[in-house]
């Protein structure tokens, strides 16, 4: 379902669903999946010299009782992928659309004046000066993403990727609008401006590139008359033009086209939505593993009495954690995998996400790391009374 979604209104809710989905099925096959995946982490432990085959064998004995502790690390693991991920893949395809689709030699702004943009358009050899304004308008049911551009010469300038209909209609009264937004040529579209008016527009093209310009297309002066402040950044198709020229006439830096995919953060509340939900998951896992590890004191104490030394019965819990660790890593990996395919070929047209390997190699690090602090604190605890007094512990 996640794959034929193509707008943030309804992908946002439904990705992460979509993993929890996936790792609710994963925990309820728990027992009997542990007993699968645990065992090639306790054959590679088991000619471990010391503590490596005892951990093998608790890794075998223990399924039933490791379930329960990776489902919650999984959980951690395939939601902090799939939130995180979803984002990097939204904006690495943005990125690659708006380089592919901008055409321009030259980048003037942001923050350039109407008559400066005039002016740029006065000097010897400019072919096109497209003054572009961002905005957002909301509809009944869904917020859009708006570019307000100047409509001469923009074929000179921004290359759409128009599917249907033409930009040279674009005018007043008219608009474009992106694949997937459920809009056609032809629609009379009815929506409010930034500054609340309510406007109706004629759809004249339907474009592929949205989420590098945006959902929507509109007539640069009608979004300059409701916004507080219309200034904007001008693309300049004007090659062999010297850049001081441009920036002469235009009063501003000129900067290259590599300038024109540069995108603001505005990520933050997207982010605090992660970092609230990571944190329960982390709590939720940090639990679990705790009392998994705080329930086995006798078996710890009975550890210490037939001659395991403290340090070979903690070497033992970390290595059993470890595997735990590359077991969870491996099941929220797939989850988020499979979600961040659906939602990338459903957002972006392709079934590529886009994953940096250092936010991957910090997720898992961390949730290893969590894990380890977890099993290790109960452990010591545990381990702190004489062996004989652990022996009475009622697990």
Known sequence: ML???????????LTPLTALAWTTAVTLLGPVLARVVLGPPALALAPLPGTGGLASLNLRAGARRLAPVVAPLTLMIALSSTLLFAGTTLTGAGERQAREGTLATHVIGPGVPARAAEAVRRVPGVRAATEVLHTRVRAINSPYSVQGVTAEGLEATMDL????????ELGNGTMAAREGVGMKVGDRVSFSMADGTPVTLRVVAVYRR?????DLTLPHALVAAHVDAPLSTVLVAAPGVPRDALAAAAGAPVRDRAAAVERGDGGAVNRLALGLIVAFAAITMVNTLAMAVAGRSRELALLRLVGATRRQVLRMVRLETLAVVLVAAVLGTLVALVTLVAYSSGMTGTAT????VLGYLGIVGGAGLLALLAAALP??????????EGLGVRE
Do not use: E, I, Y
């Open 353 to 356: 996400p886009h994953v940096p």
């Open 210 to 214: 949205g989420l590098g310009f945006g």
């Open 379 to 388: 452990a010591r605890a545990a381990l702190r009374p004489a062996p004989v």
């Open 3 to 13: 794959a034929w979604v193509r707008t943030d209104a309804a992908a946002g809710p």
């Open 161 to 168: 990727g128009v599917t249907s209909g033409s930009l040279a």
